[in-house]
Structure formats: C-alpha cells, structure tokens
C-alpha cells in the first residue's frame, strides 16, 4: 500500500514565500558580484584588494546565500546555516569596525526573512507528521 503524505496548504504557502524571496536575494547577489565582472570600472585596473575582516565578512555573505539555496531541499539545516552566518557577519562587522551599521542589519533582515520561513514551515511540516 501506498500511504501518500499531503502537505497543507499553509505550510506551501511558507514554504514557497520563503523560496521565493531567496531567489530574489540571489538575482540580487547575482547582479553585485557579476555585474563588475562583466563591466569593471575604468580606474580598477581589474584588481580588487580587500582587508583580511572584509574577505571574512564576504566569506559569511556567501556562506549566508548558500544556506539560503540549501534550505530549499533542507529546511532545518539550510535555515540555521544562513541565520548562523549572518549573527556571525554582524558580530564581526560590529567588532572590527566598532559600530553597528544600518546597512549591514537591513541586509541581515533581508537574509533572516526567508530564513526564519523555512524555519515555520519546517516546523509545521514536522508537525503535521506527527499528526
């Protein structure tokens, strides 16, 4: 017998939101890193130098983005990946520049949104198993 396992419609709903808007922050991400690629600044030389910190801070960008792309087939895994990522960005950010910035938070929000979605809807996805 074949027990086929239905998944509510509010848990799609989350779940497809969340993807949704991390397919939105990678065209976004997409468009920063192959954007110079494809046009460099006339005066850069095709040389870019960064400081150890903010190769660490991109570092956890990417780390970020990727726990976004995993969190499609992994929920759980995926969504913690990302939120881990960003609390670890913004703490270096804050330490080594001494200051906390808007602009790295909204970014930071833009990363948690989706994260915390795939969180609810895997929980209620869990939920429902269980029921």
Do not use: Y
Not at 25 to 47: E, H, Q, W, Y
Not at 84 to 93: G, M, N, R, S, Y
């Amino acid at each position: 017998m074949n027990e086929t396992h239905s998944v509510p419609r509010p848990v799609k709903i989350i779940r497809w939101i969340a993807r949704i808007c991390s397919l939105l922050i990678l065209v976004f991400i997409l468009m920063i890193f192959v954007g110079p690629l494809l046009f460099p600044a006339p005066d850069s030389g095709g040389k870019v130098s960064l400081a150890p910190q903010d190769m660490f801070l991109l570092s956890m960008f990417g780390v970020s983005t990727i726990g976004l792309l995993i969190a499609w087939r992994w929920e759980l895994f995926g969504a913690c990946l990302t939120i881990f990522a960003v609390v670890v960005q913004q703490l270096t950010f804050s330490l080594a520049k001494n200051m906390w910035d808007v602009a790295q938070l909204i970014q930071a929000a833009f990363f948690i949104l989706p994260a915390s979605l795939f969180l609810v809807a895997w929980g209620l996805g869990r939920q429902t198993k269980k029921a």
